[in-house]
């Protein structure tokens, strides 16, 4: 059986490594200088630095910092990548890259571009990339284009891009939640009316209770853990809900934790193990269990009593036998449930990477409704959003979908005609596929690395007449899912800008960062600038004034007067960081018609057979980059793996290491086996490697991908 290369996550090992990787860069003082900038985290949506400094959370707690701020910041400070190795690698060489080799190459300092039928990347001027952008742009008509933003900008440019596509006549606009959270927006919106947490990190220091559904904390958002530890040593309790056994999640070392840093925390008090795909059997369990808070459902929310007729024809045995779940577990965990006075439920991708992902987020809305646990301090609805800025990136417009006052502030302002609506991040794939895009803009991430079917992805991608990637460095995308002709650009990294930017965290929170030096010489600028010049290109300046627009205090009033919740961000230098309103919900009254929350009624899905495949991310990556080959909290020294339960395994004559033919409706791969503590009938492989294997199906409600449930066969090779 695979064993963790350590007894408890975080801990020396942690602090060992983050401490090479800033001497690795060679500038010590550097690192540390940068990480305590007042810049927000490059990595998750936690909440760290702005103006109170780097390693400063929203609730001013000092220090904070954890391996994924350095490895992010470290990986920005690598040396530029020579001119001489694109002459020397062409597109076959750079397509047999590994994520973590393309990570390890360095930052991009000039524009190059991959022309069609070419072999190799050229090196080309800012004015030839952005005319040969500028003159696609202008070619086509705008409903064959999209548009496609990360959570790594910031709030100015992502709010400049999406007005410059819709005043280019665009509907097409994504961001990259439409591929991990947009189950939860779909869900809070139906539950309490705004598609955010309703909770703040204060309330984490209040809370009696959390539980921790389809997420893996320790290893992509370290710094929630504190949170866990400091939460049970109030007497609090924390249930998890995981497949997977994850180390980090029953034992962790806080590093700046003396006592934990000692002896080690224990995190969980409960740790189930559904089988994948079990979830919402296992949350209508737990609602048939638990203590209903009559009054505040009574007094607070709409729909109980159809959601209780459905329970009333359910059997709490046959619900545990589909979750996967003991029925006794099930049965501690209401009572745990039950006996807490204020609740927090988080959870991530492993309730969203499902066909029925927005119903897993209903049904765990239900519970903490049944209970009381949403509008009021200490409790709420909580996910746990991956990207820095992912939040602001969609609450600047960067959707194909727009509410009405903002759309109808942003005609006002502009002088505009807002489409109602456009292609989600998928249906833009398939239109790309049967050759309906002649131009796809990309601002930062992975789209092809993001998408289920790799070898689909690809198709698609390269079926595209001209793609532009603004990027700091690159990845595999950038060569898997080229257009025909492509345009990289390099750009300023957050903590480089020349200009102050603002970020919105997971709770709402806005807070300014103030930009700094490059890292690297070259020929590098800032994404608002190069927004604005591909537009003055694209549209020219009779109508839009696009200097004016490069100017980030400019598009902060321009944000102030069009986008809800927003007014105070024009005045964010002078009067400070703020949070977001009408979105924190601390009193039962919520953002829907009638303020009440609501009950949705959730239909158990069907039980497959066979073996279910989870796409996973290991603690030495990031999203889609890899940092690290090794897993150490799962003990893989190689990510071509398919990790498997002993039961499952001893069944199909594996043992350690043996090789492994993994085979799905759209592909197969040769693995090795690691024998882990997973649920029967689980499998779990390393993303985006394994996305080979995902097929193309979608939850109705959120088109987001099942990553985490794809039917599989295992066979030994």
């Known amino acids: 059986m695979a064993q963790p290369r350590v007894k408890a996550a975080g801990g020396l090992p942690a602090i060992a490594y983050v401490m090479r990787k800033a001497w690795g860069t060679g500038e010590f003082s550097d690192t540390l200088k940068r990480l305590k900038s007042k810049n927000t985290c490059k990595t998750c949506a936690l909440g760290m630095g702005g103006q109170k400094g780097g390693m400063v959370n929203e609730a001013g707690h000092f220090p904070e910092v954890c391996k994924k701020s350095v490895q992010a910041q470290t990986a920005d400070m690598q040396p530029a990548i020579p001119e001489d190795y694109f002459r020397t690698h062409d597109l076959s060489a750079l397509r ?25 990347f050229e090196r080309i001027s800012w004015d030839e990339g952005l005319d040969l952008a500028g003159e696609a742009l202008r070619a086509t008509a705008p409903d064959r284009t999209f548009w496609y933003a990360s959570g790594r900008s910031g709030n100015e440019s992502a709010f400049l891009m999406q007005l410059i596509a ?154 545990a036998e589909a979750s996967g779940v003991p029925l006794a577990q099930i049965r501690e965990a209401a009572a745990l449930i039950s006996q807490a006075r204020r609740g927090i439920f988080m959870w991530s991708m492993g309730l969203t990477h499902h066909e029925h992902g927005t119903d897993n987020v209903r049904a765990l809305g239900n519970l903490a409704l049944a209970r009381g646990f949403l509008g009021r301090p200490g409790a709420g609805l909580m996910p746990i959003r991956g990207h820095s800025n992912v939040q ?76 532009v990637s603004l990027t700091t460095k690159l990845n595999p995308g950038h060569f898997h899912g080229n257009g025909r002709t492509m345009l990289i650009l390099p750009v300023l990294a957050r903590d480089e800008e020349h200009q102050a930017t603002t970020q919105e965290s997971m709770f709402n929170y806005v807070r300014l960062s103030d930009g700094g030096q490059p890292c690297i010489e070259g020929e590098l600028r800032s994404e608002t600038d190069v927004l604005a010049s591909l537009a003055d290109g694209a549209l020219g300046s009779d109508r839009f004034d696009w200097n004016a627009l490069r100017s980030h205090a400019g598009l902060r009033e321009a944000i102030a007067a069009v986008v809800p919740g927003y007014a105070p961000i024009d005045r964010i230098e002078s009067e400070g960081e703020f949070q977001v309103q ?45 940092y690290d080959e090794e897993d150490l909290y799962r003990g893989n020294a190689r990510r071509d793996v398919v990790m498997l339960n002993s039961v499952d395994a001893a069944l199909l004559g594996l043992r350690e290491g043996d090789e492994v033919e993994v085979t799905s409706a ?52």
């Open 582 to 626: 009408g979105r924190t919900f601390h009193e039962p009254r919520f953002a829907t018609d009638d303020g009440r929350a609501r009950f949705q009624v959730v239909d158990i899905p069907a039980t497959p057979d066979g073996f279910q495949l989870m796409t996973i991310r290991s603690e030495g990556q990031f999203n889609t980059v890899v």
């Open 392 to 467: 602001g990136v969609g609450s600047m417009g960067v959707s194909p979908t727009l509410k009405a006052a903002f759309a109808a502030e942003l005609e006002d302002r502009y002088g505009i005609t807002v489409a109602p609506s456009g292609q989600d991040t998928f249906a833009s794939m398939q239109a790309a596929l049967v050759g309906e895009v002649d131009v796809a803009v990309l601002v930062g991430g992975n789209l092809w690395g993001s998408n289920p079917d790799s070898a689909w992805a690809s198709r698609a991608l390269q079926t595209i007449g001209t793609t």
């Open 666 to 717: 759209v592909g197969t791969m040769r693995v090795h086996a690691a024998i882990v503590d997973i649920a029967r009938h689980a499998v779990a492989m390393y993303y985006p490697e394994a996305n080979a294997l995902v097929d193309a199906r979608l939850d109705p409600d959120s088109k987001t991908p099942a990553f985490k449930s794809v039917p599989v066969e295992l066979r030994k090779v």
């Open 96 to 120: 047999a890259l590994t994520s973590a080799q393309a990570e390890n190459l360095g930052r991009l300092a000039f524009p190059i571009a991959l022309r069609p039928g070419a072999s190799h």
């Open 166 to 319: 819709r005043a280019y006549g665009s509907p097409n606009i994504h961001n990259c939640s439409f591929y991990c959270h947009n189950a939860s927006t779909v869900a809070l919106t139906d539950i309490y009316g705004s598609g955010t947490a309703s909770t703040t990190l204060d309330d984490l220091s209040t809370a009696d209770l959390v539980i921790v559904a389809g997420a893996n904390p320790a290893s992509n958002h370290p710094r929630l853990v504190t949170q866990l530890i400091k939460l049970r040593r109030r007497g609090g309790k924390v249930i998890v809900v995981n497949p997977m056994s994850e180390l980090g999640l029953r034992r962790f070392r806080l590093p700046s934790d003396a006592r934990s840093l000692a002896a080690g925390s224990q995190v969980s008090d409960l740790y189930l193990q559904p089988r994948i795909g079990g979830d919402v059997a296992l949350f209508t369990a737990l609602l048939a269990l638990v203590d209903w808070d009559r009054a505040y459902v009574d007094a607070h929310t709409v729909g109980a009593q159809a959601v209780r007729e459905r329970l009333a024809s359910q059997d709490v045995a046959e619900l």
